[in-house]
């Protein structure tokens, strides 16, 4: 039995800033396993990608992450833009992967499984639904409400939203996904709606404004913690909910938990790639921000 188990895509991504052109990996499985190979917890990575990026899943396994493959006939290919202000961003997609499948997953079991599509089709909601009777389910919502045109990526609604969202336990989304999923232009009114629909904690992060999240009729205001030069926004919302995650397992409460996430998060952007902190360095980050 794992604390926690990310279901997601490894991704090959090109990265434009008004600094650089840079080529990575990515993705929501990248990132979140990278956030949590230092911290005191039970992980596993399920994911899917080309033989020809395999060197991507060794990557992982040198730090000693745990990873569950399948092959794909393709590894999803990102590129993302990102204007000067850095929670701006344009994304294209080149390739896709094979979507995860219950016999994949079936062998799998844990406390808590983080969800990272990155498209639409990714994690089915029978998927979903196996899951939750397995354990807690988290999910990142933003791949069901890409919609893909001419390789480009647009924002759109989620046709099973009703029926997949009564098994997520927590969600997290950004602004623009939570009025794409909802509507409600007004934050607080569409963290409603979705708690309606039976998630239990809605996590909406805002970049560098901060964050917010909803749980029992209560609002939990989480602030930016930010370092003195940003160099890298990429990751930052998956590094955000391996943080919030990891302390939730830990037992900690939901503000607490959710500036542990903020601090994480704003470390991150301090570099480029992935973060591979200690609890410590959050910890201290946290205490000085």
Same mark, same amino acid.
């Given at each position: 039995?794992?604390d926690?188990?990310?279901?997601?895509?490894?991704?090959?991504?090109?990265?434009?800033?008004?600094?650089s052109?840079?080529?990575?990996?990515?993705?929501?499985?990248w990132y979140?396993?990278?956030? &949590?190979?230092?911290?005191? @917890?039970?992980?596993?990575?399920?994911?899917?990608?080309? +033989? *020809?990026?395999? !060197?991507?899943? $060794?990557?992982?396994?040198?730090?000693?992450?745990?990873?569950?493959?399948q092959?794909?006939?393709q590894?999803?290919?990102?590129?993302?833009?990102?204007?000067e202000?850095q929670?701006?961003?344009?994304?294209?997609?080149?390739?896709?992967?094979?979507?995860?499948?219950?016999?994949?997953?079936?062998?799998?079991?844990?406390?808590?499984?983080?969800?990272?599509p990155l498209?639409?089709?990714?994690i089915?909601?029978?998927?979903?639904?196996?899951?939750?009777?397995?354990?807690?389910?988290?999910?990142?919502?933003?791949?069901?409400?890409?919609? &893909?045109?001419?390789?480009? @990526?647009?924002?759109?609604d989620?046709?099973?939203k009703? +029926? *997949?969202?009564? !098994?997520?336990? $927590?969600?997290?989304?950004?602004?623009?996904?939570?009025?794409?999923?909802?509507?409600?232009?007004?934050?607080?009114?569409?963290?409603?709606?979705?708690?309606?629909?039976?998630?239990?904690?809605?996590?909406?992060?805002?970049?560098?404004?901060?964050?917010?999240?909803?749980?029992?009729?209560?609002?939990?205001?989480?602030?930016?913690?930010?370092?003195?030069?940003?160099?890298?926004?990429?990751g930052?919302?998956?590094?955000?909910?391996?943080?919030?995650?990891?302390?939730?397992?830990k037992?900690a409460?939901?503000?607490?938990?959710?500036?542990?996430?903020?601090?994480?998060?704003?470390l991150?952007?301090?570099?480029?790639?992935a973060?591979?902190?200690?609890?410590?360095?959050?910890?201290?980050?946290?205490?000085?921000?």
């Open positions: 039995m794992y926690i188990c990310c279901i997601g895509h490894i991704t090959s991504d090109k990265v434009v800033t008004t600094n052109v840079m080529y990575m990996a990515g993705g929501t499985a979140f396993s990278h956030a &949590l190979a230092r911290m005191d @917890v039970s992980y596993l990575l399920v994911t899917a990608l080309a +033989e *020809a990026e395999m !060197h991507y899943v $060794i990557d992982l396994c040198n730090k000693d992450i745990e990873v569950n493959v092959l794909s006939a590894t999803v290919f990102f590129e993302n833009i990102y204007a202000n929670d701006e961003r344009t994304q294209n997609v080149w390739a896709k992967a094979d979507p995860f499948t219950i016999t994949q997953t079936e062998p799998v079991n844990a406390k808590i499984f983080h969800l990272g498209l639409a089709d990714d089915s909601t029978e998927l979903i639904k196996t899951l939750a009777t397995k354990g807690r389910v988290s999910l990142d919502v933003q791949g069901y409400l890409r919609k &893909l045109e001419n390789h480009k @990526v647009h924002p759109t989620w046709p099973e009703i +029926e *997949a969202l009564q !098994h997520i336990d $927590i969600l997290k989304a950004d602004i623009a996904e939570l009025q794409a999923l909802t509507g409600e232009k007004e934050v607080n009114e569409g963290v409603k709606v979705v708690a309606g629909w039976g998630v239990k904690e809605v996590v909406i992060t805002n970049g560098s404004q901060g964050s917010l999240i909803y749980s029992d009729g209560v609002f939990y205001t989480i602030p930016a913690y930010r370092p003195p030069v940003i160099v890298d926004a990429t930052c919302g998956d590094t955000y909910m391996a943080g919030y995650l990891y302390k939730r397992i037992g409460g939901i503000q607490q938990s959710g500036e542990f996430a903020a601090a994480m998060a704003g991150k952007t301090a570099t480029s790639g973060f591979m902190g200690t609890e410590g360095e959050v910890m201290g980050f946290l205490g000085g921000g």
